[in-house]
T-cell receptor, first 112, second 114 residues
Framework: GQQVMQIPQYQHVQEGEDFTTYCNSSTTLSNIQWYKQRPGGHPVFLIQLVKSGEVKKQKRLTFQFGEAKKNSSLHITATQTTDVGTYFC????????????FGSGTQLTVLP | DSGVTQTPKHLITATGQRVTLRCSPR?????VYWYQQSLDQGLQFLIQYYNGEERAKGNILERFSAQQFPDLHSELNLSSLELGDSALYFC?????????????FGPGTRLTVL
């Protein structure tokens, strides 16, 4: 079945440093979504990427979808303490799968 | 606040028991999803309903079942509970059935099986 791997599993950064999490799928994806889960909270939708090579920005966050639509990344510039949480990617295989498969997440800690 | 409600917030029960988790989707959303999140784990998709019909099935155990009612609320039934079933159970909803839709997650139900 479809597998979505996410690295790193944990990342500690000093406030102001940049952060990147990577998502890799075993199959070609039709779309990929990113969610953020604050400690003790629930996942919150951040963005969706659909096109090959697509790049989207939200303030300090930059999301990329690979040319082959098998990988994606989320980059945060100049992290802040409010960025703390776990970031999940979720993708659907371009085959017959009807559901999103979530990656295992990257837990970000920002040290003040 | 996502607009998705889940009850109860916490549930403590014993092995072998049966529990029911309830979810009310956002107003207007027809699709409901159930996920299981174990400690330090990602989100495992269990099942999806769309307008009362089962649409997609993930890694849902045979001891688990779900349904979506005419008023669109959904219930997840977990039976013959085992220690390993202890987890956070999230419900999410979206307007339509396709995975292109943003999913709105509820606050979750934390299940502890002793």
């Amino acid at each position: 079945g479809q597998q979505v791997m996410q690295i790193p599993q944990y990342q500690h950064v000093q406030e102001g440093e940049d952060f990147t999490t990577y998502c890799n799928s075993s199959t070609t994806l039709s779309n990929i979504q990113w969610y953020k889960q604050r400690p003790g909270g629930h996942p919150v939708f951040l963005i969706q990427l659909v096109k090959s090579g697509e790049v989207k920005k939200q303030k300090r966050l930059t999301f990329q979808f690979g040319e082959a639509k098998k990988n994606s990344s989320l980059h945060i510039t100049a992290t802040q303490t409010t960025d703390v949480g776990t970031y999940f990617c979720a993708g659907r295989s371009s085959g017959s799968a009807r559901q999103l498969t979530f990656g295992s997440g990257t837990q970000l800690t920002v040290l003040p | 606040d996502s607009g998705v409600t889940q009850t109860p917030k916490h549930l403590i029960t014993a092995t072998g028991q049966r529990v029911t988790l309830r979810c009310s989707p956002r107003s207007g959303d027809l699709s409901v999803y159930w996920y299981q999140q174990s400690l330090d784990q990602g989100l495992q998709f269990l099942i999806q309903y769309y307008n009362g019909e089962e649409r997609a099935k993930g890694n849902i155990l045979e001891r688990f079942s779900a349904q979506q009612f005419p008023d669109l609320h959904s219930e997840l039934n977990l039976s013959s509970l085992e220690l390993g079933d202890s987890a956070l159970y999230f419900c999410a909803s979206s307007v339509l059935a396709a995975t292109y839709n943003e999913q709105f997650f509820g606050p979750g139900t934390r299940l502890t099986v002793l």
